[in-house]
């Protein structure tokens, strides 16, 4: 009886209220008008210098441009890892990803309840989800595809996509069978597992009936429509990746163009920039665009001859050095964007050096998600890049590949690199004068050599090593599979690199 009395005062009391204009809104209401929408869109191995406002007069990526224009092109905007999965996890949960032992990309391994992002970690959706926010994954996941990993146990209210770590394009290719064996009767290599199967939508199959980035895009376009609350939406292209597949029409667009295969990967980056208008035009037609804050980028640089690819060298990473899997600049710097009309000023190129990592960090901050657990590695880039703070955003980045193998730190001024495919001995830069990375000055800079080792030691301590290439019998079948791809890989992987550099 007492406890019907409460209840029956809250109903009088509330009605009250209500009759003079009265309300009390709960926390999610009340910000709900002014927390953003967080919109991630991420490319897969694009070049550098293949978007418009990045530089290229060959492709045509209206709708990139129009918002690099209206917002601010992060001129030094760099990714966590040159390669696909890794990258991923650092971008998504706003931390390095060598601080967890993810070193290398995740397997497509519905029945391995090692192989994904490990549980330790929050993505910005687990984050967000919590306070209110609307969350949603289109396109690739690349994090695990047992189900402890999968999108729906990580954050997600929404998936529509594949877990893989590489699709194909068109609907007609999709089969039931593992692609485990490629055409040459090789095991296949991790982005192609799976890459066949149907779409998932939400742990079941999904419709899967046009151009795979056109469905993904039409998939984006509704879900940012929906709801009056604020939405995430990581809408992951694995476009321009390989396949190298574009709907005829457009690969006919740049007919100009040779060899073939730079002309399918245009086609592909203009289908995605298309399915970007289309977003941006769902956006529009909600209302929601002013308060939605883009963040655009790739995973990681463009495919280069240079950089091992021998047979992949349709990208142009204009005059980065080398490409996907290297740490000089074509590997992990990229077309990175921001756009957010009521946050953000607009036809602004920022210089100082910002992440991937900052994504989540910024959204956290925006979203005023749950910040418990993990500290994150990234900062949020708003007051960086409203004027309300002009000093750098990180005193330096790091980088860390195969257990040390591979490393670099950069600092706004300078870059020390020692690749991780490579015997080649470390490399010191510097950025402000020498951006492209031709002058080694090591030799001739031993004191800032010490500073910048220091500084990536002191980084190294907190992390740990690689999880994934290791410890069960599937692991060991991998190195198996590694030593026929890539004898140095092994050698490497077996053997623990001092972790100290100089
Ligand atoms: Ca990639």
Redesign the pocket.
């Known amino acids: 009886m007492k406890q019907f009395t409460h209840i029956f005062g809250e109903v009088i009391l509330t009605s009250i209220l209500t009759i003079f204009g009265i309300t009390t809104l709960g926390h999610a209401e009340t910000t709900a008008a002014t927390r953003p929408n967080i919109l991630i869109i991420l490319a897969?191995?694009l070049g550098y210098a293949d978007t418009g406002f990045t530089g290229s007069k060959v492709v045509q990526t209206p709708n990139l441009d129009r918002l690099a224009a209206n917002g601010v092109v992060l001129k030094n905007g760099y990714v966590t890892h040159p390669?696909?999965g890794p990258s991923r996890s650092g971008l998504i949960t706003g931390r390095y990803q060598a601080r967890f032992g993810n070193e290398t990309n995740f397997t497509y391994s519905p029945y391995d309840l090692h192989q994904g992002l490990p549980l330790t970690e929050k993505t910005f959706a687990e984050r967000l989800k919590p306070v209110g926010y609307r969350t949603g994954i289109i396109g690739k996941w690349h994090l695990g595809a047992s189900f402890p990993f999968r999108p729906s146990q990580r954050g997600f209210d929404h998936f529509y996509g594949f877990l893989s770590g590489g699709h194909s394009y068109w609907p007609d290719s999709v089969t039931t069978q593992l692609d485990l064996y490629s055409a040459n009767g090789n095991l296949n290599y991790s982005v192609n597992e799976g890459g066949k199967l149907p779409l998932s939508r939400n742990d079941q199959v999904g419709a899967f009936e046009e151009y795979l980035t056109t469905a993904l895009s039409r998939d984006a376009a509704a879900f940012v429509k929906q709801g009056s609350e604020p939405f995430l939406l990581y809408l992951a292209y694995n476009a321009p990746?390989s396949p190298l597949e574009a709907p005829n029409e457009l690969i006919q667009k740049y007919r100009h163009v040779e060899p073939w295969a730079r002309r399918v990967y245009l086609a592909m980056i203009d289908s995605m920039d298309q399915g970007i208008g289309m977003v941006l035009e769902a956006l529009k037609e909600s209302g929601k665009l002013d308060n939605t804050l883009i963040f655009f980028l790739s995973?990681?640089g463009g495919v280069a001859p240079k950089a091992g690819y021998v047979n992949e060298d349709w990208a142009d990473n204009g005059p980065l050095r080398k490409g996907k899997g290297s740490l000089f600049e074509g590997g992990c710097r990229v077309p990175y964007l921001m756009h957010w009309p009521n946050g953000l000023p607009r036809g602004k190129v920022y210089e100082f050096p910002v992440s991937s990592l900052d994504i989540a960090a910024t959204a956290v901050a925006l979203g005023e998600g749950d910040s418990s657990g993990h500290s994150l590695d990234g900062v949020n880039l708003i007051p960086f890049l409203d004027g309300s703070r002009a000093d750098a955003p990180h005193a330096a980045l790091f980088w860390r590949i195969r257990d040390g193998a591979g490393w670099a730190v950069r600092t706004p001024a300078a870059k020390m690199l020692k690749e991780g495919y490579s015997s080649n001995p470390p490399e010191l830069f510097n950025m402000l004068s020498d951006p492209y990375e031709s002058d080694n000055m090591i030799d001739a800079r031993p004191e800032l050599r010490q500073q910048l080792a220091q500084l990536w030691n002191t980084w190294n301590s907190k992390n740990q090593s690689n999880l994934f290439l290791q410890s069960n019998e599937y692991q060991k079948k991998r190195l198996e599979l590694y030593r026929q791809l890539d004898e140095q890989l092994k050698a490497d992987a077996l053997k623990r690199i001092p972790l100290v550099i100089e």
């Open positions: 897969d191995d390669y696909c990746h995973d990681n």
